[in-house]
């Protein structure tokens, strides 16, 4: 049996990354569902068509409040519940207090916060309505708990993310709810999104170097190890753990 034998889970970002090895692991779990919610349909519908029956694509924008308001009955349409909600979707750009203008400060937000509500809101009204009992994992980074000063506004969106998931974990709790709501914060993990910075690099071995050198396990991640952790906090294991921040990240918040 698997860990999430039988669950409906919506990812967003499930196109790429950390996203896609969340859906791909679910599947291996035996989720009897998975959405890949994305606004890269050139990634995502391909890939919902490799993994499947069980994998439903879905154009969708975090940012748009309209896509949530649509995407819940299609949920619903096409599996009847949701019992998971993965708000895995995200964007990273440098910017020190300096450098940033306030229009890169609300692109950030916008995204890596905003969407964030906007999917815990419509996801545990979808959850609560539809399955009664369930789970919300949503990806912040390690910049959420440990800023550096070339990530300004992303670092600030992320604690955006760590604070909502425990104020969402102790609504849950206090209503009670049996909906669990946790935040995973990844180190630097090797995908698309890391590729980005590596070819904006002069030399992207050295940067890569520098990614790695910042972790006390000497090594940068694994887009499956957060997708591991993932799962777990999804799954029925986790069943007393909620309001937690977990850092996959080889020490970098232990140092
Ligand atoms: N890769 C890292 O080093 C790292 C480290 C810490 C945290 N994270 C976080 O992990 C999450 C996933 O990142 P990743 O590394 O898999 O990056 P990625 O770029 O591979 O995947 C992110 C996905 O989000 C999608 N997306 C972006 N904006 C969206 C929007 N408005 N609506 C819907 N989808 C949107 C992109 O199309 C993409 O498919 C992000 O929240 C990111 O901030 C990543």
New binding site residues.
């Given amino acids: 049996m698997g860990r999430v034998e039988g669950k409906i889970a919506f990812i ?2 499930g ?5 896609e090895h969340t859906a791909r692991r679910f599947l291996q779990e035996g989720a009897a569902g998975v959405v890949l ?4 349909a050139g ?1 995502g519908e391909p890939l919902a068509t490799a993994l499947g029956e069980r994998a439903m694509w879905l154009r ?4 748009a409040e309209a896509d949530w308001q649509d995407a819940m009955p299609a949920v619903r349409e096409r599996f009847g519940r949701l019992d998971v909600l993965v708000n ?5 750009l440098p910017s020190s207090i300096e450098d940033a203008t306030y229009e890169h400060w609300r692109h950030l937000h916008r ?2 916060a905003d ?1 964030v509500f906007l999917g815990c809101k419509y996801g545990l009204a979808l959850i609560r309505e539809t399955s009664g009992a369930g789970a919300i994992v949503n ?1 912040s ?2 910049m959420g708990l440990r800023p550096t000063a070339y990530l300004a506004a992303y670092s600030s969106s ?1 604690a955006s993310v760590a604070n909502l998931t425990r104020s969402i974990a102790l609504h849950c709790a206090e209503q009670g709810y049996p909906v669990r709501c946790n935040a995973v914060h ?4 090797r ?4 590729e980005a910075y590596l070819e904006a690099a002069e030399d992207p071995d050295a940067q890569l170097q520098a990614f790695a050198s910042v972790h006390p396990m000497q090594r940068v991640g694994k ?1 499956e190890e957060v997708a591991a952790a993932i799962v777990f906090l999804a799954s029925d294991e986790a069943a007393f753990i909620t309001g937690v921040s977990l850092p996959v990240d080889g020490g970098y918040c232990a140092a």
């Fill in positions: 967003t970002g196109a790429s990354g950390i996203g919610a994305d606004v890269d990634r969708h924008d975090i940012t895995s979707a995200g964007i990273s995204v890596n969407g990806v980074s390690t992320k990844p180190g630097a993990i995908t698309p999104m890391m887009p």
